[in-house]
Structures are given as structure tokens and as C-alpha cells.
């Protein structure tokens, strides 16, 4: 193989491939970047066997040919050339880099010992902007488990039907919802590290659309534009009922200011990192209280104008949780959906409602 590419070009598509390289390797060859050459095109692999990113670039091929090289050499070798072109020639075992003056060479593994993906079989596929796709995994997809205590509830369930595209996250504690119209029929629960890879890689992406198949027989899910793909492993077992948790009646509605809210918050928690990062949102007169309170350290507490419909109420909720959703919500205003002092609350927008996001509340110590 020998081949000579644009080094900006390279540098970016060879670290996202990079980024799904796990830090702790069951196979040597998985700390590295599988590159193979053909056609004028050099196609980059990554993976750590759950997770598979594929980039190709446009190169100079004066050689096809295949070899896996180390990743994390490579590309610091590229980030240190100062000339805008690269070579990249095999000598037998190893590959040779050059870049203007600078030289180096890497020892490589034979391309047969890197797990290629196997072959695509597409059961189901749909089509999504791209834009959208990337702002509605950011938004929900940190309300997945980050433990595999139930690995069902490390994924986003995506889920069209009834003309309405569905996806969903959960970690038992709080829940993100996105709903938009949809023709067509798909489910696939997928893990939400590989949704939070693909956005990373796909957002410098030109593409209008992502497509997102389905291969059953193999359990795998592909996430395409026209030259990246991601391909992951599909999540084994039954999303919980999510729609059982969701409230549908309530004792006060609120509405306020996104931004004097998440501010509050912030305040509060501030003050609560002791005592499992607890807020209490109080409800009362026109006014909405939010405090945060330690014995060691003294309190903080944020009054705010609110539009309040309904009854006077007292509840608490993890600061971090309350965090997390008001980022994500796009409103200047936000609605808070209460069902009473220990029951779920919805958050959302107060014009954009397909996105919400249910927080349990928590007892507050002592």
C-alpha cells in the first residue's frame, strides 16, 4: 500500500474513527485504525467490537492495499507534520509515514486479525435529517443509565408508528421523550454510547440526511451518510412500559423563565452537593422558591415571578437532573407538570412540548 492524502483531511476523519476505541484493550489490534486502500478512496475502521465507525476519504493511490496501524501514534505523528500532505507506504511489517521533513515508522498488525464488519442486511431503514437527528439524541440521550445493572436501560429506544417517530431514555430516575411525525414502522433499542458517538462523528458531516437501518438476524443497527458509517450492536430484551410512569394528571401547573430557573439551580446546587445534590421547588402565591441547604455549610435560596395554576406544593428533585433537562430545552419559558410532593414531574418547553423530560423527586435527608 502506498498512498499520499491531504493531512487536515486525514487527521479528521482518522480521530473520529478513533474516538470509539476503548482505553482498556481485550486485543491489541483493537488499539488500532484499520486502513485500506482501493479505487482512489482509503477507507479508515475503528472499533472495540460493540461499536464500528468507517470513514472514507478521497487520497492519491499509487499502491491499494491494506494494514492496521497503531491510532494513537498516527495521529499525533499527524498532528506534529507542518507539511499539508502525508504518505503512507507499508514495508513489510511496519508502515512509513512521511510529511515534509518529518519521518516516522509505526509497527503494524496484519489487516487478517482486525474484526471487519460483516456484510449489511437491511431489514428496515428510515431516513432523517440530519439536524434533527443529531439535536434529538443530544437532548434525551443523557438520561440513559450510564450502569449495566439493567442493560435495557443503557439505550435510546427509537420507535415509529402511528405516524409518529419516538425516542426515548431512561434510567429509572428520569426520562427524556422526543415525538415528531412520522410515517413509516421501525423500533430498535440501541446503546446511547454509540447514538453519542455517531452525533460526535456525524456533525461535521455536509449531509442533509442520516439513514438508520435495522439487520435483525445479525442484531446490529447502521447509521449512514455517504462516507461515514456506524455501526453498533442492538440492545437484547424489553424496554420497560415508559408510558406507565408518565403522568397524565396534576395538581399544579408552572410556568417561568428558563433562564432564571436553570439559574436557581445552579445556586441551589451549589449548596446541596453534600446531601445528594437535593432542590426544593416551592409553589406559592405567584411565586415560585427554589432552595438548596447543607447543615455544614447554610443555604441559598432564588424567588421568582411564575404563572401557577393549581394548588401550593413542596418538592425536591436531584439538582443534576433538573440541570441536565433545562439545558436541553430550547423555551424561554418552561412548564413544570406537578402531581404532588412524591410523584413524577413532566418538564418541557411551554410552546415546543415534544420535548419533556419526567424527574422523580427525591427525600429530601433529615
Known amino acids: 500500500m502506498k498512498l499520499i492524502c491531504n493531512k487536515e483531511q486525514f487527521l ?7 474516538q470509539v476505541i476503548a482505553s482498556r484493550l481485550s486485543l491489541p489490534v483493537l488499539g488500532n485504525l484499520l486502513l485500506e486502500a482501493a479505487s482512489g478512496m482509503l477507507k479508515i475502521t475503528g472499533t472495540n ?16 492495499g491494506e494494514t492496521t496501524v497503531p491510532a494513537r501514534f498516527l495521529i499525533d505523528f499527524c498532528q506534529a507534520a507542518t507539511d499539508e500532505k502525508v504518505l503512507i507506504k507499508t514495508v513489510k511489517d511496519s508502515v512509513l509515514l512521511e510529511s515534509g521533513a518529518a519521518r516516522a515508522t509505526l509497527l503494524t498488525i496484519n489487516a487478517s486479525e482486525f474484526p471487519k464488519a460483516a456484510g449489511f442486511d ?11 437527528f443529531l439535536e434529538t439524541v443530544s437532548a434525551i440521550s443523557f438520561c440513559a443509565a450510564a450502569e449495566e445493572g439493567r442493560p435495557v436501560l443503557t439505550g435510546v429506544l427509537i420507535k415509529a408508528e402511528a405516524g409518529k417517530l419516538t425516542l426515548v431514555a431512561t434510567d429509572g430516575y428520569r426520562l427524556g421523550r422526543n415525538e415528531s411525525k412520522f410515517s413509516g414502522n421501525f423500533e430498535l433499542l440501541i446503546p446511547a454510547r454509540a447514538l453519542q458517538e455517531a452525533v460526535k462523528a456525524i456533525t461535521d458531516q455536509e449531509d442533509e440526511t442520516i439513514k438508520l437501518a435495522i439487520d435483525k438476524e445479525k442484531n446490529q443497527a447502521r447509521i449512514s451518510t455517504k462516507n461515514l458509517t456506524i455501526v453498533s450492536r442492538l440492545l437484547e430484551g424489553s424496554y420497560p412500559n415508559y408510558e406507565q410512569i408518565i403522568p397524565s394528571s396534576f395538581i399544579s401547573t408552572v410556568r417561568v423563565n428558563t433562564k432564571e430557573l436553570t439559574d436557581a439551580v445552579k445556586l441551589a446546587s451549589l449548596f446541596a452537593r453534600d446531601v445528594g ?20 455549610v447554610g443555604d441559598a435560596e432564588t424567588e421568582m415571578k411564575a404563572d401557577i395554576e393549581g394548588e401550593k406544593i413542596s418538592v425536591a428533585f436531584n439538582s443534576r437532573f433538573l440541570l441536565d433537562s433545562l439545558s436541553a430545552l430550547k423555551d424561554q419559558e418552561t412548564e413544570i407538570s406537578l402531581s404532588g410532593g412524591t410523584s413524577a414531574a413532566i418538564f418541557r418547553g411551554s410552546t415546543h412540548k415534544n420535548l419533556s423530560f419526567v424527574i422523580m423527586p427525591v427525600r429530601p435527608q433529615g
Open 49 to 64: 467490537l460493540e461499536t464500528t465507525i468507517i470513514h472514507q476519504i478521497g487520497v492519491k493511490i499509487e499502491e491499494g
Open 277 to 296: 445534590n437535593v432542590a426544593r421547588i416551592e409553589l406559592d402565591s405567584g411565586k415560585l422558591k427554589l432552595t438548596g441547604a447543607t447543615s455544614q
Open 12 to 18: 479528521k476523519a482518522a480521530s473520529l474513527t478513533t
Open 122 to 132: 437491511i431489514e428496515s431503514e428510515l431516513e432523517l435529517g440530519k439536524q434533527d
